[in-house]
């Protein structure tokens, strides 16, 4: 019986496992020097002056939020094709998430339409790099400047990623990271904001472990005192130094992490030109993340392939589809024509270093038989 083919399967070697056991016997746990280590590294990696680890990149995302003072009844401009952190960390705030609709070509927000959405209530545009391919970010930087608004990204699929020779993480106001199991950089769970502006990095900081004014780093060791104060509301958003451990390993390797995906996508490429591949313009380094086809038949696609052994996805039920935003905001499918035509179509076919050159072969001859293509 031939093996079956997982979605998604994380890059752990013996120097990941060496790393979190030197961890475990250094009897320090939780955010402590690894941790340090590890963002010193990743700020260094993506260009910026501040990078703040967290247990998620929705955690980054809600304090990112909070950086900037969103309050009650402000407007959050994000695309509908996200995962709902997106959405759900602006509801935190009783703030609104105002949903933009995407490109059929690239599946991110669809720059054209975001002037359109600007209210005198409007604070900020989260866009969110689908699959790793970074969002046009000029002309969001252009709105932004012109209309006084905050660009968070939601980087959860972009390290490493670069827009017109930028490294996604030294481009806009904030940007958040996910290292969940499936990123790629994982942690397990894990997150990180980037900035260059000193007072967020600090608010972040601060609210990531319950307000207080040091970390538990300084407090516990020799260095530190026992003495600390609350100056916050805050929130219990911390890394680990065992993620940190795993984080650091994995990011001595990211380089090569994503020249073995972009060896997967472009056999992919060249095999499933026909099925509407999401599409990586001029200037833009994509981390491929995921990648995606569309098809006319995906719902019985996808069940074709787990009989072929093949795990596959979607990426993602849009936030208007959510049977609690719907009824929250009243969100109406009409008002995103393109964000439902790609998702009643997109598939996302496993993508992972690892992944051999036979089960490559076998998911292509698998999809090149199931699938019905969009004409
Ligand atoms: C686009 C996007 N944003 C945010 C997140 C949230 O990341 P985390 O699980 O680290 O909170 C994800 C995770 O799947 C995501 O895909």
């Known amino acids: 019986m031939t093996q079956s083919i997982p979605f998604h399967k994380a890059h752990i070697t013996e120097d990941e496992i060496n790393e979190v056991v030197d961890t475990l016997r250094s009897g320090w746990l939780t955010m402590g ?8 590294a990743f700020g260094e990696c993506v260009g910026s002056k501040q990078s703040v680890s967290l247990n998620s990149a929705t955690a980054a995302l809600h304090l990112a939020l909070k950086a900037i003072g ?3 009844g402000d407007e959050v401009i994000l695309p509908t094709n996200t995962f709902v952190s997106t959405a759900e960390v602006v509801t935190y705030f009783n703030a609104i998430p105002v949903l933009c609709d995407i490109e059929y070509e690239t599946h991110n927000m669809d720059v054209s339409k975001i002037e359109a959405l600007i209210t005198k209530n409007t604070k900020a545009i989260i866009p969110v790099h689908f699959a ?15 209309y006084k608004l905050h660009v968070i990204e939601d980087a959860a ?5 670069k827009y017109k020779g930028r490294a996604v993480g030294s481009i806009g106001d904030m940007t958040c990271f996910s290292f969940y199991a499936t990123k790629t950089l994982a942690t397990g769970e894990g997150g990180m904001l980037t900035t260059n502006n000193e007072e967020w990095a600090k608010s972040v900081r601060i609210n990531r472990l ?25 929130h219990k958003y911390n890394m680990t130094d065992i993620a940190a451990s795993l984080g650091l390993v994995q990011l001595k390797k990211i380089d090569w992490m994503r020249e073995e995906r972009a060896k997967i996508v472009a056999k992919y490429d060249e095999l499933l030109q026909s099925l509407n591949p999401i599409s990586v313009p001029e200037g833009h380094e994509s981390a491929h993340h995921l990648y995606v086809i569309k098809i006319n038949n995906r719902d019985a696609a996808i069940e074709r392939l787990k009989e072929a052994g093949v795990g596959s996805s979607v990426h993602f039920i849009p936030i208007h589809h959510h049977p609690y935003y719907k009824k929250r905001y009243g969100y109406k499918a009409s008002d995103y024509p393109v964000a439902e035509a790609v998702f009643n179509q997109s598939l996302s076919l496993p993508l992972y270093p690892g992944l051999s050159t036979e089960s490559i072969d076998r998911i292509i001859k698998q999809v090149q038989n199931i699938a019905d293509p969009v004409r």
């Open 157 to 161: 699929h972009a390290v490493p990623a």
């Open 210 to 234: 319950h307000g207080i004014s040091k970390d538990a780093w300084d407090r516990y060791t020799a260095k530190g005192a026992w003495h600390y104060e609350v100056v916050e509301n805050g």
């Open 132 to 146: 790793g391919n970074p969002c046009d970010m000029d002309p969001i930087l252009e709105i932004a400047a012109k």
């Open 70 to 72: 969103l309050k009650e």
């Open 33 to 40: 020097p690894k941790t340090i280590a590890f963002e010193n």
